[in-house]
C-alpha cells in the first residue's frame, strides 16, 4: 500500500539516450511534482502538474517533459541525456496548494 | 532562492530534546513556516507547519516568535532514527504548492 511509488528505482544509461521514470500514487491527490536531487544535495522542483496546470521551472532544459496519462501518473521523460543529468529524481503529491506533499523513495539516474 | 536560513549541522544526544533554528526574516503576513525532513537516501518527509501560533503534532513541536521572524523545531525525545537534513521552508498560499528546499541542517543524533 505504497502511497507514491517510482520505478525504476535505479537506471544507469548512456549519453544520448532517451528514458523515462514512472510515478504512481494511490492516495487520490490532484497534484503531482518532479524534483531533482544533484551530487551535492540540494532539492529543486522541475515542474508542478494538475489537470488544469502545468508549471515548469525555468531552468529546467526542455529535454525534460513530464506526462499524465491519468490523475494518478505522472511520467517523466527525458531525451538526449547528457552527463549533468545524473542526480536522483524525486516524485510527490498533494491535494494541491498548501498541503503536505507526500514523496516517493526516488530513482537514481546516472548516466555514462 | 530559498528564503530561510539554518545552521548546516548539529548534534543531539539521544533521548535529549533536539532543538533546530530557522531565520526567515523576510517573511510576509501570509506565509507559512513549513519543516521538511529528508532521511539518508529518503524522500522527504512532512513533520509541521504554522502560521502564527505554537503548533505540535506527534512527531515535533514547531515556536514561532511573535515577530514571525524564526523558529524552532523541538524533537522532544531524539532518536537514532530523526537522523535527517532538516529543512525549513516558508510557502505562501497560491505558490502551485510548490516547495523551494534550502540546504537545511544535518542533524547527527548520537548514542
Known amino acids: 500500500d505504497t502511497a507514491v511509488s517510482q520505478t525504476p528505482k535505479y537506471l544507469v544509461t548512456q549519453m544520448g539516450n532517451d528514458k523515462s521514470i514512472k510515478c504512481e500514487q494511490n492516495l487520490g491527490h490532484d497534484t503531482m511534482y518532479w524534483y531533482k536531487q544533484d551530487s551535492k544535495k540540494f532539492l529543486k522542483i522541475m515542474f508542478s502538474?494538475?489537470?488544469?496546470?502545468?508549471?515548469i521551472n525555468e531552468t529546467v532544459p526542455n529535454r525534460f517533459s513530464p506526462k499524465s496519462p491519468d490523475k494518478a501518473h505522472l511520467n517523466l521523460h527525458i531525451n538526449s541525456l547528457e552527463l549533468g543529468d545524473s542526480a536522483v529524481y524525486f516524485c510527490?503529491?498533494?491535494?494541491?496548494?498548501?498541503?503536505?506533499?507526500?514523496f516517493g523513495p526516488g530513482t537514481r539516474l546516472t548516466v555514462l | 532562492d530559498a528564503k530561510t536560513t539554518q545552521p548546516p549541522s548539529m548534534d543531539c544526544a539521544e533521548g535529549r530534546a533536539a532543538n533546530l533554528p530557522c531565520n526567515h526574516s523576510t517573511i510576509s503576513g501570509n506565509e507559512y513556516v513549513y519543516w521538511y525532513r529528508q532521511i539518508h537516501s529518503q524522500g522527504p518527509q512532512y513533520i509541521i507547519h504554522g502560521l502564527k501560533n505554537n503548533e505540535t503534532n506527534e512527531m515535533a513541536s514547531l515556536i514561532i516568535t511573535e515577530d514571525r521572524k524564526s523558529s524552532t523545531l523541538i524533537l522532544p525525545h531524539a532518536t537514532l532514527r530523526d537522523t535527517a537534513v532538516y529543512y525549513c521552508i516558508v510557502r505562501v498560499p497560491g505558490s502551485q504548492g510548490i516547495l523551494i528546499f534550502g540546504k537545511g541542517t544535518k542533524l547527527s543524533v548520537k548514542p
Open positions: 510527490a503529491s498533494n491535494l494541491g496548494g498548501l498541503d503536505e506533499q507526500f
Open positions: 502538474y494538475n489537470n488544469k496546470e502545468l508549471i
